[in-house]
């Protein structure tokens, strides 16, 4: 399969705008590693244009920023793009990461039923701290940078050609290690008390589907 | 000699409420947690919702309690790499 990307990055609230900034990260590993790039910023990030794009281009590897529930991933300003009872078609035969709260609850099981080769996301809120006095320049949060850098390895492991189990396991590293590195370091007391929520998400990323898929 | 008896009590749902609320003021000041759909907080929003225990607030403290018990657990210190792969 041709290797091509398709990237949802809505930013309309604080949340989606440290999403937004943190994917272009990845955008720009893809272009290394070859990727054609469908990306979709801002209002772009619509049901039309999605459905449109990934007929298209028929991606091989979705990638969905966003505020998203158990059975929904939405866009900008919170429209639907996929969810359990719409758009699932657009899922099959293509692996999935979706950086939105819960979604790998419900619509993770229900796209790999109904054809996507692998699912990986959160099946509880993803949690994250940022500081508010960076939010023009989020890229420069250091405090996010704990929880979206582990994150985005996801997306960047299965860019750099690795499986879907083994990009979320590296993402999981890369999570614990920051754990690791709060509780020995002699970190200050206020960084310390990030560590509950990286556990948080660490714990609740899943891979579903087919583990061995690149 | 006899030993002291020590009896195990459950929890209430109160007490949990302040050990969150308690543990919730170590956060930062000045920082925001962003919470997914639910929006971006302060800690002393996050400590009012607790107090209220509307949908927020119950998220919060399962986040807390999960936390506590893989403290319990020592699972910090284990092999956290193969701990928590899941598929």
Redesign the interface.
């Known amino acids: 399969m041709t290797k091509n990307l398709l990237i949802t990055r809505p930013n309309y609230d604080l949340p989606t705008t440290y999403l937004f900034s943190w994917s272009k990260l990845v955008i720009k590993c893809a272009y290394q590693k070859g990727f054609r790039i469908v990306d979709l910023p801002n209002g772009k990030s619509n049901e039309t244009d999605f459905a449109g794009r990934v007929n298209k281009t028929d991606p091989s590897f979705i990638f969905f920023n966003g505020h998203g529930s158990k059975s929904v991933v939405t866009g900008h300003n919170g429209e639907v793009l996929v969810s359990d009872k719409k758009n699932l078609d657009l899922l099959r035969g293509r692996v999935i990461f979706s950086r939105s709260c819960s979604s790998a609850m419900k619509l993770g099981p229900k796209s790999i039923s109904s054809g996507a080769k692998a699912f990986i996301g959160y099946k509880e809120p993803f949690i994250f701290i940022l500081e508010p006095e960076k939010s023009s320049h989020p890229l420069s949060d250091k405090t996010a940078a704990l929880f979206l850098e582990p994150s985005n390895q996801v997306a960047i492991s299965l860019l750099k050609g690795h499986s879907s189990l083994e990009a979320s396991k590296r993402a999981k590293n890369a999570f614990a290690k920051n754990i690791k590195k709060l509780l020995t370091s002699e970190s200050k007391k206020e960084d310390s008390a990030t560590l509950r929520y990286l556990f948080w998400d660490m714990k609740h990323q899943v891979c579903l589907g087919d583990a061995t898929v690149i | 000699m006899r030993g002291k008896k020590f009896t195990t009590t459950e929890v209430s749902e109160a007490e949990i409420k302040k050990l969150v609320v308690e543990?919730l003021k170590?956060?930062?000041?000045?920082?925001?947690?962003?919470?997914?759909?639910?929006?971006?907080f302060t800690k002393e929003e996050l400590i009012k919702r607790v107090k209220l225990g509307d949908k927020l607030g119950k998220?919060m403290i399962a986040?807390?309690i999960?936390?506590l018990r893989?403290l319990k657990k020592g699972e910090?210190f284990n092999d956290?790499?193969s701990s928590?792969?899941?598929?």
């Open positions: 543990r170590t956060l930062p000041s000045g920082k925001q947690i962003s919470i997914g759909g639910e929006g971006s998220k986040v807390e999960e936390f893989a910090f956290q790499e928590y792969h899941q598929t």
